[in-house]
């Protein structure tokens, strides 16, 4: 009996470790293929001399592709369009939580239909209108365009975190002589910081990871990372470690503070359909 | 002084106030007892401008509080989620309303004070942890702390002892109103627990389905009952409601005819009545009307022993001296005696609303 | 009066960065109604003829059926593959706790990087995938260049990138689930089978289906991976609707047309929600029953 469960426990361990060798080959291959000499590229596979010239070649902009650029592109409209979002969503939320009125709940299923409408729909217009107002290939433009992925991430996710938060602790707040304003700084606010964070991390993702956006809206000025490094690829020898190395410096952000917010990650990806 | 005419408040379609109509005098200690779900704590909320009512006024020291925000109504509250501050430790929650833009006193001041309010409700000890750390007990006094450590036009306290140990609630309840604060504040205090309502209000409220059903002192809501969920919201054991008809000497009749009682109340024959006796009003051998009956069970308690007794079909507590019911066996015959002033008749209970009591001619 | 108005200020700044993102919308809802593109600036109404022509056309019918191929097989295979590593890692044995820590990371790597990432590994002559294949006697399989092998490598790209979504939102479900219906089953001997079929699969299931919800819809309007991997081909094999809709749009500069495109795609992922979402009603109140 005992010697039959162990077995089966080593067999499930085996068939978890099969999974996460799928899971992380692409990545552990990418790392590899980033370290070697373009002159190695076609001829081995796992034997070579590693190399930090891919890397020096990507951030040293000499392929007439300006990374960095585009790195601190997706970091500028990346931030700007969580700030923006924070700053619209986070009293919306708030009274959504806290009071049942009409506007709400219709403000807060469109901003849910925004999350499963396909991007294209309201980007080929935006693409025309954007060309009109000079806000196409900018920051502005860009940072706009991505409240359709931050801001309903945003409002939802924070408006479940308000609504698990009872209400009576700001009213203890009112009678204790705070306004309302008070009472949502100093006692609502710091009670969600937790959430504040983690989803603000996770909208940022979001954001970085977007790809249909820039690929339409920006040309050089504003594009970022995601666009930019599918550009390594194109031309007539594709350098597949100056690509790998590109993919892997655009996808640090993300990794790094993927593994810093996971524990409130069920809440996020699930727009708090399914409560942690 | 609290008035509250007529308020309304729904939520979606329950309602929660049905028309509620109550005044505390100024300086009163008024307690609203009522079962979960009657109200009490929508009573409190709406004279703390929390909750709006959809109709009604609410008034306080004579004015209408219509529009008036709760940080301007100088009401302190006491919620019984205890709405503590978790990210605070107790003596900032202490602090709170005196750190207000309202309420600000000197540092110094509110130190003071917040010490003398913890002294006395015994969290000295406690003031520096955070309010994660404390035991229910411990919050619930934090909390009603925060609510005497600054002057009020009023208290509402919404059960502020549920959640203390048996012993310590007891030894609140002596003390609470002896607390300087709580002797000179109007005081709306809301329980469910009937003792605590006869041991603390000056006058007591009775609040069912959102309406007050009687407002009085204790000896008026333990003499003269509303109807007979009031003469069984209070007193343990419950009294005894013995169902019958009017005779036609006047007298009550119990439903199997076995019991017998005068009355000193006229009604018309063959009403279909109750007839209430506490059971301290019951005694064995003593003066008065005469019943017999047989030992169902006895329970002592304490100095005291509760003996459930069989008359016909019907059967009664009584709570008599240990001296009285030394030796009673169950099945042991037993005369009883009830002293005619102390019954209470009701109308029988009908399906829609519990009987009303009639009024004697006494 | 006054406290009746309040929440309507806090959302105001919602409601109007909302109706910024409505009105493209609403514009190209309008656009579709015209014959406006690259070539035509100056566009005459048309009516519904835009959509008529979409419905007309064989080549949305083949990119209307690429779609839901995808999005079916992606998420079916994404659903058991999330669900069973999430059953393995809820064991937490060592590997698994240490395996569950970085569980997330392909999710949280850009589709389209995750494509570019593949797109490397399977190149047909110089890719990592034949070469280690190449033992096995499987060398120099042509995997995105013949259509069947592109929808699968695409479809393999998503389930890379999405089985952890679903697994993620599995495991948090079956940590939440109320032990007492499993002691009871252990206590009456059930067999891990019948605790499995009977007890855990249907107290699951409201969880898996939200998560079986999100990567259905958001593989119906797939475009990341497939514009970085296959770019729609080998001819028109992998063209899904939105690809569609970009190419027409974008290449070829027919805007009302491409709109017209993702209208109707909208339509559809819109019904697939409703259908889906009453689905999921029923499905949790039946699991409130079992978990009784």
């Known amino acids: 009996m005992t010697l039959q469960k162990r077995l089966l426990g080593w067999l499930a361990d085996a068939a978890l470790i099969l999974y996460f060798v799928f899971a992380l080959f692409p990545i552990a291959w990418m790392v590899i293929l980033s370290l070697k000499p373009t002159n190695q590229l076609f001829s081995t596979y796992f034997s070579f001399s590693p190399t930090f010239d891919g890397y020096r070649t990507v951030l040293g902009d000499s392929e007439g592709i300006p990374f960095v650029r585009f790195f601190v592109n997706s970091l500028v409209v990346s931030v700007g369009a969580v700030v923006l979002s924070l700053v619209v969503g986070l009293p919306a939320a708030y009274a959504s939580a806290r009071w049942r009125f009409k506007g709400s709940e219709n403000l807060m299923f469109t901003l849910l239909s925004f999350r499963f409408a396909p991007e294209l729909t309201v980007i080929i217009p935006l693409f025309v209108l954007y060309q009109k107002l000079g806000l196409f290939d900018t920051y502005v433009g860009m940072i706009w365009v991505l409240q359709l992925v931050t801001l309903p991430l945003i409002v939802w996710i924070m408006r479940s975190y308000f609504a698990d938060l009872t209400p009576e602790l700001e009213q203890a707040a009112l009678l204790d002589g705070y306004s309302r304003k008070q009472a949502f700084f100093k006692v609502a606010l710091p009670l969600v910081k937790p959430g504040v964070a983690a989803v603000s991390l996770l909208a940022f993702i979001f954001a970085w990871n977007n790809f249909v956006f820039p690929l339409i809206l920006t040309s050089n000025e504003a594009q970022t990372v995601t666009v930019g490094a599918l550009s390594f690829l194109g031309g007539d020898r594709p350098k597949y470690n100056l690509t790998a190395a590109a993919a892997l410096v655009s996808v640090v952000p993300p990794l790094l503070l993927a593994l810093t917010i996971q524990r409130y990650l069920v809440r996020g990806l699930s727009f708090g359909a399914v409560k942690s | ?362 | 009066m006054r406290l009746a108005l309040r929440p309507y200020f806090l959302i105001i700044p919602a409601l109007l960065l909302t109706c910024g993102i409505l009105y493209p919308f609403g514009l190209g809802l309008y656009y579709t109604l015209f014959d406006f593109s690259a070539s035509k600036p100056q566009p005459d109404m048309v009516r519904f003829e835009n959509y008529e022509t979409v419905f007309t056309q064989e080549a949305f019918w083949n990119s209307a059926w690429v779609t839901v191929l995808y999005a079916v097989g992606a998420a079916a295979v994404e659903t058991v593959l999330g669900v069973a590593v999430a059953l393995l890692l809820h064991r937490s044995s060592i590997v698994g706790r240490v395996l569950e820590k970085i569980l997330i990371l392909p999710l949280m790597i850009a589709p389209v990087i995750a494509a570019i990432m593949w797109k490397l590994m399977l190149q047909p002559s110089v890719g990592v995938i034949n070469y280690l294949l190449k033992p096995f006697g499987l060398g120099g399989v042509q995997w995105t260049d013949t259509p069947t092998g592109a929808l699968l490598s695409s479809i393999a790209v998503d389930v890379w990138v999405y089985t952890p979504f679903v697994a993620i939102l599995a495991l948090a479900g079956l940590r939440s689930l109320p032990t007492s219906p499993f002691e009871a089953a252990a206590v009456d001997g059930a067999g891990w089978w019948y605790t499995f079929r009977r007890l855990t699969l249907p107290m699951l299931w409201p969880y898996v289906l939200v998560a079986v919800i999100f990567r259905f819809m958001d593989s119906l309007k797939v475009f990341d991976i497939i514009y970085a991997l296959t770019e729609g081909g080998p001819g028109d094999s992998t063209v899904v609707l939105q690809i569609r809709a970009y190419l027409e749009a974008i290449r070829f500069q027919r805007y009302s047309f491409g709109i017209s495109y993702t209208i109707v795609l909208w339509a559809v992922v819109y019904l697939a929600a409703m259908v889906l979402v009453r689905h999921l009603g029923k499905i949790q109140r039946k699991a409130a029953e079992v978990s009784k």
């Open chain 2, 1 to 362: 002084m609290i008035r509250l005419e007529g308020v309304h408040k729904t939520y979606g379609k329950t309602t929660a106030l049905d028309g509620l109509d109550l005044e505390v005098q100024e300086g009163e200690f008024f307690c609203l007892l009522g079962p979960s779900g009657a109200g009490k704590t929508t009573t409190l909320k709406t004279v703390a401008g929390l909750e709006q009512p959809d109709s009604g006024t609410v008034e306080l020291d004579g004015k209408d509080m219509a529009g008036v925000e709760p940080y301007d109504r100088g009401v302190a509250m006491c919620f019984e989620s205890y709405a503590l501050y978790p990210h605070r430790s107790a003596y900032d929650n202490l602090a709170s309303p005196l750190r207000s833009p309202r309420h600000r006193l000197p540092a110094a001041e509110a130190r003071e004070r917040i010490g003398a309010i913890a002294e006395l409700l015994g969290i000295s000890g406690l003031l520096d942890r955070p309010v994660g750390q404390l035991s229910n007990g411990q919050r619930q006094r934090v909390a009603l702390g925060r609510v005497l450590v600054r002057p009020a036009r009023a208290f509402l306290l919404d059960e502020p002892l549920s959640h203390l140990d048996a012993k310590l609630r007891q030894q609140m309840r002596a003390e609470l109103k002896a607390i300087g604060a709580v002797r000179r504040t109007t005081t709306l205090y809301v329980t469910h627990d009937s003792l605590e309502a006869l041991a603390l209000g000056d006058r007591i409220g009775v609040i069912r389905d959102g309406r007050i059903v009687q407002t009085g002192t204790r000896e008026e809501i333990w003499h003269r009952p509303f109807d007979t969920e009031v003469a069984r919201a209070f007193g343990r054991p419950r009294i005894n409601l013995l169902p019958g008809v009017i005779a036609s000497d006047g007298g009550f009749r119990s439903a199997d005819g076995k019991v017998e009682l005068p009355l000193g109340v006229p009604v018309r024959e063959n009403t279909d009545v109750l007839v209430g006796v506490r059971p301290r009003d019951i005694t064995i051998n003593g003066p008065g009307h005469e019943l017999t009956g047989t030992v169902y069970v006895t329970e002592v308690l304490g100095r005291s022993v509760e003996v459930t007794v069989r008359l016909g079909e019907q059967q009664v507590s009584l709570v008599a001296p240990r001296a009285d019911t030394a030796g009673l066996r169950p099945d042991d015959p037993v005369r009883l005696t009830v002293r005619p002033e102390n019954l209470l008749l009701f109308e029988a209970d009908r399906p829609e609303r519990p009987g009303r009591r009639i009024e004697s001619t006494r």
